[in-house]
């Protein structure tokens, strides 16, 4: 029977959108007693929780957070291990390939840190929500790649998987501008998170002409580079190595790869 529910339940969230969609997400909270709520304003989903509201422009995206912002938290804060990285109030954290900012959440609402968060985000429509999501620190609409050029962006945010490298699907492409690691860090950097659906080596290789210290790297590196859908990992530890870095711990499951790296 709770196969039977769970499955009718998706496909209600499927075809629903905009308002309707809210009524069934609120309507699914009230009943499983959870004090958070949903409202579509804007062109944007809302999640409220107590005093905090999260933008989504991608409904699928706001379904990981359905849970309520610190569930989501704790699982981006198994998934980059860092309970392996010592983070102080005022550290910077550099988050590439942020999303709608849900890492930020990690250091807010589960660590409690009053860290600097700096966002480097290509998709303007999670761009705008990053403002919103987090108003008080910097964020950055561009791409990171080796060099300075325009590029095809490959749009694919149901599934948060829009890149540089062209996928086996994606609905749509924009021409971006992209910078280098030293166009966006003008400083040391406590915790660098990389996640660029396949073109981590080429935002990575740049660290070798950095002239600030990254004490830390998690980077995901698992199979989504390209129509075959490699993984990145043995070409992002071949650089990271040569570059001084020695793995501190991992995190698989099924094709998930996530590899958290420190400064020796």
Known sequence: MKKIYSFLWMIILKISYDNLFCIFLNLRNFLKKKNIRFKYQD??????????KWFFKN??????????LEVRAKQLHD???????????KDLVVDIGA???EFFNVFDLILNKKINYLSVEPSKDCYECLKKNIPDQKHINSAIFNKNIKK??????DTADSSLIEPQKFSNYVEVETKTLNDVITEDVR??????????????INLKKL??????????????????????????VTI?????YSIKSEYRIDERIVILFEKA
């Open 43 to 52: 062109k944007m989903y809302v999640l409220k929780q107590k005093e905090k």
């Open 59 to 68: 409904k699928y995206r706001l379904l990981r957070n359905v849970n309520g």
């Open 152 to 157: 095809k962006f490959f749009l694919s945010e």
């Open 79 to 89: 998934i980059y291990q860092l309970n392996q990285v010592e983070i102080n109030d």
């Open 99 to 101: 999303n709608y900012g």
């Open 240 to 244: 990271l190595k040569s570059f001084g």
């Open 211 to 236: 002239n600030f210290i990254i004490r830390f790297i998690v980077i995901d590196v698992s199979y989504e580079r390209g129509k075959n859908k490699e993984s990145t990992e043995k070409r992002c």
């Open 191 to 204: 915790l660098l998170k990389v996640e660029a659906e396949g073109a981590e080596p080429e935002i990575i």
